[in-house]
């Protein structure tokens, strides 16, 4: 019987923790007097109760290295506003501007494939603004490696539509390997084609133009896609006009536009040290009025003060977009600015702020981790006194 007492004991300690243990075991009857036998009595009855506390520390531990982990994650990932990051947060940034390279087997009728014909192909872009062209390229080797003789039968762009609304005209593309247009080098077996939507029937299509090239390679059929997301409209321009400035501790750029349409407007652009080395992406996600307008992007200082990059700095790669809601596509573009857009001044490092960026959002986000990783340290010392607690990671 008093086993059974004592085995409840432990069960209620696990449930409900030391607390549970105490009233659990006050409910148990004390032992008989020295000398009498007592049942259960060895070191088979005291593991359970051994066991279980070893188990109830054990979880308290875990609970705080989580919540500790939780609040170190966030202030380590909040020490930058969202405006301004290590490009390498953004590793399918970089480079915005290089082709979209791709290499598959050679695709055929219905979802058939021969993996005895590689297919290479390329796309310029992906995104296009007004005015602008994409250009494709396709090539087929062997698993050796070695070109296999091509033949573009055809290739038609069309716009996507939806369902129950009107189809939009197909265009021909040439596509070529001597050299001209969009075709680097003349007979590699590479051909290459472009698609310039503004000068064809898709000049006023806004959405995805789908390009589908037919080929033959030794007289087996087989087919490519290449998807653009098209944008007719302009909603704003840039006046080509850049200038710099440290404000607060941050090296800021300032890039003037002519704004059309009034709205949420989103620009990326991408910092390079003084060697060329990627940086850090600038972000501006801010709201536009019509007219002149000025489109700030910002290097935090603690960013320069904690990377020590080469300055001078280069701004180069400039991509933005008005934001559209509930329709598709769900943005319009602005002209890309390729390229370098601005070199900075070789201002010296050490002029930089060192603070860590501040808001309401995150002050009080590590209020609230700070007092959980508090409550748990808590819970270990009430847990057992005589142990010291372990220190959190980053919290000072």
């Known amino acids: 019987m008093a086993a059974g007492v004592l085995c409840a004991a432990s069960v209620a300690w696990l449930a409900n923790g030391e607390d549970g243990a105490v009233a659990a075991s006050a409910a148990a009857p004390a032992p008989p007097g020295p000398g009498l036998p007592f049942l259960g009595e060895g070191p088979a009855l005291a593991a ?25 994650h966030y202030a380590t990932g909040t020490r930058y506003p969202p405006v301004s990051q290590p490009i390498s947060q953004h590793p399918d940034q970089v480079y915005p501007n290089a082709p979209v390279t791709e290499a598959h087997p050679m695709r055929t009728s219905g979802s058939g494939s021969d993996a005895s014909v590689l297919v290479q192909t390329s796309q310029s872009r992906v995104f296009m603004a007004a005015g602008e062209s994409a250009a494709f390229s396709v090539r087929a080797v062997d698993k050796q490696g070695t070109v296999l003789p091509l033949v573009i039968t055809r290739a038609l762009a069309q716009g996507m539509t939806y369902q129950g ?44 133009i789908r390009t589908e090239v037919q080929y033959s390679v030794n007289g087996k059929r087989g087919f490519v896609l290449f998807d653009v997301i098209y944008s007719p409209e302009l909603p ?30 989103v620009v990326s652009g991408r910092v390079d040290d003084a060697s060329g080395k990627p940086f850090a992406m600038a972000t501006f996600n801010d709201l536009l009025p019509s007219g002149p307008a000025e489109v700030k992007l910002t290097v935090f200082g603690k960013l320069l003060r904690d990377a020590g990059p080469a300055l001078p700095l280069k701004l180069r790669d400039i991509e933005g977009y008005l934001l559209k809601e509930n329709v598709d596509p769900d943005r319009a573009l602005m002209p890309r600015l390729e390229g370098t857009v601005m070199v900075s001044k070789p201002y010296p490092v050490k002029g930089f702020s060192d603070a860590e960026w501040q808001s309401e959002e995150r002050e009080r986000h590590l209020a609230e981790f700070s007092r959980d990783v508090k409550l748990a340290r808590a819970a270990l010392v009430k847990f057992d006194p005589q142990v010291p607690p372990p220190k959190s990671a980053c919290m000072p």
């Open 48 to 72: 359970p109760d051994a066991g279980a506390r070893a188990a109830r520390q054990r979880e308290l531990r875990e609970h705080f290295a989580l919540v500790d982990q939780t609040y170190c």
């Open 165 to 208: 609304t009107r189809a939009t005209a197909q265009i021909s593309l040439p596509f070529a390997d001597d050299g001209s247009g969009a075709d680097a080098v003349p007979g590699d077996g590479a051909y290459a084609g472009v698609l310039s939507p503004a000068q064809t029937g898709l000049a006023g299509f806004a959405g995805t």
């Open 236 to 265: 704003a321009t840039w006046t080509g006009q850049v200038r710099e400035a440290v404000e607060e501790g941050s090296l800021v750029f300032y890039l003037k536009a002519n704004v059309r349409q009034a709205g949420r407007y």
